[in-house]
């Protein structure tokens, strides 16, 4: 592979005791405390998981999916990785065990081992790790996050790949990350650290000895924890980050930095010594916690309901919205199929809300209850930002209130009598089939004096996209009648990205998803205009 030429830094994020505990949050914050220096840091997500990518995943299940600006589905952690370095990534920074099996076994059929045996060890660790080393190519430091927790059954390769990773650029420029967890005993009174032990115990026998544990625990902890960690992990005191809940995610910098990480990983790599710059981060931080005089209440009209991980980069954007423009954000679930199977008046269901959000979605469960909540957003004047499938069915409400009572997506009813929303062009027969979606980034031409060319303060614009079906262009004479008009398309004017509805204070919906593109430190203009629409 010819490693060892590199100058690049590796950090390896492992996770042990049980998933959830943040290792995604951990990598990120790592690479935010290493970016404040002035480092060029990339990221990773190895994903042991036998799917290619992310893209036919239960949102339910495992989140939402995020799309990265060259049309990778992706696991939700990247999104956070987005967020918390605020780079944009490519689908070099998320691999899954079938994209990598998939690649080795082409590359068998054709000849390319003439006709050796292909194994695990060295055919497919080599291949991981020539992802990774592609990933990091001309960065100061690369982080590497491996999904899952030591010991699961598909991780055997990825943490074998890992570990020879070292001894071919050098242990010296390796550094080793695991994220474990503190339970505590009530009966007892006690934090006990036995599980830490056993997973960091796990860890050695494979041959990877962890430079730095970080701890997640439920409460802030002794100081004494952090010695009994290291006496019986292995781990310098130093190499011990003890990571209690925070208020909010975007504390665990500060946290970690504050707990002298930033300069154990510096000393550790033998990096050039550089002072943090984390005023911006501490400002985000602030507003993320504070308390302001205002306050909006922004009702999800959703089919998966109580996970927010589903739909987390859209809580993330209306969150960022509300603290830049000092407002209180309350986000209430409202059950979009609730509201399908009610009878009469859905205005209970919108009672106390400032505004609404129609998210994306696929599949015919739910949708009926979403267009309702469209047609009560227009009739009543009340926000609205529907993006992806929430701007689809803005546009089959607005038809509907129109008078065009069979109004429908092609998606939904493929017999519909009239289809607004129809499937793109270049999407047919492909609708049961994944990566085919249009994905990633597309130019859009917004509409001179409309709301979202006064809110972006441009006419040209770039977002990200995640759908196969489209406003169809038969009907869009219409739309002046049915009140709406399209103030975003592509640049050649076939497809409509945007709409806005006419004499409503924000009626606003959007075929892409701007909420992949809002940082915590610079909102998106969308997702501001809908906030501020809401205190007026």
């Known amino acids: 592979?010819?490693?060892?030429?590199?100058?690049?830094?590796?950090?390896?994020?492992?996770?042990?005791?049980?998933?959830?505990?943040?290792?995604?949050?951990?990598?990120?914050?790592?690479?935010?405390?290493?970016?404040?220096?002035?480092?060029?840091?990339?990221?990773?997500?190895?994903?042991?998981?036998?799917?290619?990518?992310?893209?036919?995943?239960?949102?339910?299940?495992?989140?939402?999916?995020?799309?990265?600006?060259?049309?990778?589905?992706?696991?939700?952690?990247?999104?956070?990785?987005?967020?918390?370095?605020?780079?944009?990534?490519?689908?070099?920074?998320?691999?899954?065990?079938?994209?990598?099996?998939?690649?080795?076994?082409?590359?068998?059929?054709?000849?390319k081992f003439l006709g050796k045996t292909v194994q695990v060890v060295p055919h497919f660790t080599e291949a991981i790790q020539e992802y990774i080393k592609v990933a990091a190519d001309g960065f100061d430091i690369h982080i590497v996050e491996i999904g899952g927790t030591v010991g699961d059954y598909e991780s055997p390769a990825f943490f074998e790949a890992i570990r020879e990773y070292a001894s071919k650029v050098g242990r010296e420029n390796c550094l080793y990350v695991h994220v474990v967890y503190l339970p505590f005993l009530g009966t007892s009174q006690e934090i006990k650290t036995k599980p830490a032990q056993n997973a960091t115990r796990e860890l050695r026998s494979i041959g990877i000895m962890p430079d730095l544990l970080v701890a997640r625990c439920e409460s802030k902890v002794n100081g004494h924890v952090r010695k009994k960690l290291s006496d019986f992990c292995g781990v310098s005191e130093k190499g011990i980050a003890l990571l209690p809940n925070a208020k909010t995610v975007y504390e665990v910098p500060l946290t970690l930095e504050k707990q002298g990480i930033g300069s154990y990983i510096s000393n550790t790599l033998d990096l050039k010594s550089r002072k943090p710059n984390l005023k911006k981060w501490d400002e985000v931080s602030r507003r993320a916690t504070a308390k302001f005089d205002k306050k909006a209440t922004i009702g999800v009209v959703a089919k998966y309901m109580d996970n927010q991980d589903t739909y987390m980069s859209v809580f993330e954007a209306l969150k960022s919205a509300a603290w830049w423009q000092g407002v209180n954000l309350e986000i209430k679930w409202i059950d979009a199929e609730k509201i399908e199977s009610s009878r009469g008046s859905i205005g209970a269901k919108f009672k106390n809300v400032d505004g609404i959000v129609v998210p994306g979605g696929f599949g015919s469960r739910g949708v009926e209850g979403k267009i309702k909540a469209a047609q009560w957003a227009l009739k009543h004047k009340v926000p609205y930002l529907g993006l992806c499938l929430g701007l689809q069915v803005g546009v089959v409400a607005a038809a509907r209130n129109a008078g065009v009572k069979d109004a429908n997506s092609a998606e939904i009813q493929s017999d519909s009598p009239d289809p607004v929303i129809s499937t793109m062009a270049d999407q047919k027969g492909k609708e049961g089939t994944g990566g085919s979606m249009r994905l990633g980034n597309y130019p859009c031409l917004l509409l001179k004096n409309s709301k979202v060319a006064k809110l972006y303060k441009k006419k040209n614009i770039l977002e990200r996209h995640r759908h196969r079906y489209e406003c169809n262009n038969d009907y869009r004479k219409q739309y002046n009648s049915w009140g709406i008009e399209a103030v975003g398309t592509s640049p050649d004017g076939s497809l409509v990205e945007i709409i806005e509805a006419k004499n409503h204070p924000y009626f606003v919906a959007s075929q892409f998803h701007p909420e992949f593109t809002s940082r915590p430190n610079r909102p998106h203009p969308l997702f501001r205009g809908l906030i501020d629409s809401c205190i007026q």
């Open 1 to 111: 592979m010819g490693l060892r030429k590199q100058r690049t830094k590796y950090i390896f994020v492992t996770g042990g005791v049980l998933s959830g505990l943040g290792k995604g949050i951990t990598a990120s914050s790592i690479g935010n405390i290493l970016k404040s220096r002035g480092f060029s840091v990339n990221i990773q997500k190895l994903d042991p998981y036998l799917n290619v990518d992310a893209g036919t995943l239960n949102p339910a299940e495992h989140g939402e999916c995020f799309v990265t600006k060259d049309g990778a589905e992706t696991d939700l952690d990247l999104g956070h990785y987005e967020r918390f370095l605020d780079i944009e990534l490519t689908q070099a920074s998320s691999i899954m065990s079938g994209r990598v099996l998939r690649k080795l076994i082409d590359d068998e059929r054709a000849g």
